[in-house]
């Protein structure tokens, strides 16, 4: 398994290392830079390429796995680029109970990527909160910071459709019967 | 750092020991032919790694057990390895860690030098989880390496390999990643081990259990 991040142009590669190195200058080269090294990168950013990771390595003389190590262990760190538009799926208590992880495959099934990653065309990114507060709505889907209520999967290609996103299934259905 | 350590004697599972003052009760266990399970200790390691919670030990005036491997020897002390208490703590560890293990010994090629048959043994024990529900991690085994294969799926995290790879490999390929029952060892990116080893093979030397483990016809003094 590698991250699974799109292919980035030399231009874009060197744009990261140097704004990571902007960002570094700022900061002194020892071990306990990295979590406020990491925020403010991927606040500039929006994530955290593998480019960045290994500038910063490099600069706090640590491994680059430990920096992947610290990366991958917190939920605020993403790897991807964050997509256009944000889905997060509520696998809170209730939303567990009605179901939240159906509504999680419909969405993972529906976009072909894994919570955490982002498509190929960067319009959505997926990932799973503990829970929204807003439990009798369950099972709740937030889109682009907007909970929606009773995502079952049918509503998944509703909001799908919404955003002129085509629905899997019919696309296949359609190349199936060509 | 001129002066000699001074030598304290202890008492351990009734027989008198004796160990230079500041080494931890592991080491001074293991020194007099007294056998303490562990899997994460390493003599070289500044500070102990505290992580297999394997070795249990009972000291007398101490209302519970203690790791052997944090708590220095001190004159007179009164150490049990075999107390009931301390036992029953390795036990659940053991059977804690055996649960998400792919055991496979007959096909295991750490098969008779692996150090989880022989922790079973002491602590009477058997390798397969009663108790616990069995939960396998799944993961993908890795071949990429011309001399080693490293499977997750047996790996205790003890980060054994991942001490000795920072002492031979100045940048260090193998580390810790992920969280909770995802967290493994593994290299930055989760990549192949074989594109940034440098196949000194340490790690396996290292390792307590199968996960690593040489590739067939390969001698662990090899080198690629």
């Given amino acids: 398994m590698t991250i699974p991040e799109p292919e980035k142009s030399l231009e874009e590669q060197n744009r990261i290392i140097q704004e990571a190195g902007q960002i570094l200058s700022g900061f002194s080269r020892k071990r306990e830079s990295l979590i406020p090294i990491l925020q403010q990168v991927q606040s500039r950013l929006g994530y955290l390429p593998r480019e960045a990771m290994t500038t910063i390595a490099e600069y706090l003389k640590v491994p680059a796995i430990d920096v992947y190590g610290v990366v991958t262990f917190y939920n605020q760190f993403r790897l991807n680029p964050p997509g256009r538009h944000s889905i997060r799926v509520c696998l809170g208590t209730a939303c567990h109970m009605k179901g939240g992880y159906i509504t999680l495959d419909a969405w993972k099934r529906r976009l072909k990527i894994n919570p955490r990653e982002t498509t190929p065309d960067r319009e959505f990114d997926l990932d799973t909160v503990a829970c929204v507060g807003c439990c009798t709505m369950a099972p709740v889907t937030v889109v682009d910071n907007k909970p929606e209520a009773q995502v079952e999967p049918t509503k998944v290609d509703g909001i799908l459709l919404a955003f002129g996103h085509p629905v899997d299934t019919k696309d296949k259905e359609k190349s199936e019967s060509r | ?224």
């Avoid at chain 2, 390929?173 to 990549?191: M, N, P, S």
Wanted: positive net charge; glycine residues 8%; hydrophobic residues 35%.
């Fill in chain 2, 1 to 224: 750092m001129t002066k000699d350590k001074e030598t304290v004697m202890l008492t351990m599972n009734g027989q008198t020991i004796t160990a230079k003052s500041g080494t931890k009760l592991l080491w001074a266990a293991l020194d007099n032919g007294i056998y303490i399970p562990n899997l994460c200790a390493m003599r070289d390691k500044p500070e102990p790694e505290a992580a297999c919670r394997l070795c249990w030990v009972e000291i007398e005036g101490r209302q519970s057990p203690i790791t052997a491997c944090t708590e220095p020897v001190a004159a007179g002390m009164v150490v049990n390895t075999t107390g009931e208490k301390a036992l029953k703590l390795a036990r659940t560890g053991f059977e804690l860690l055996m649960a998400s293990h792919a055991l496979d010994c007959a096909r295991c090629s750490a098969n008779g030098s692996c150090e989880l048959q022989k922790i079973a043994k002491v602590l009477k024990c058997s390798l397969k989880p009663k108790r616990f529900r069995q939960l396998l991690r799944g993961l993908p085994v890795d071949e990429s390496n011309p001399l080693f294969t490293y499977d997750p799926n047996k790996c205790v995290l003890c980060g054994r390999c991942v001490w000795v790879c920072r002492k031979h490999v100045k940048s260090g390929v193998l580390g810790f990643a992920h969280r909770g029952f995802e967290r493994r060892i593994t290299t930055f990116g989760d990549e192949p081990i074989g594109k940034d080893c440098l196949n000194c093979s340490a790690c396996v030397k290292a390792c307590p259990t199968g996960a690593l483990t040489m590739k067939d016809g390969k001698k662990k003094t090899d080198i690629a």
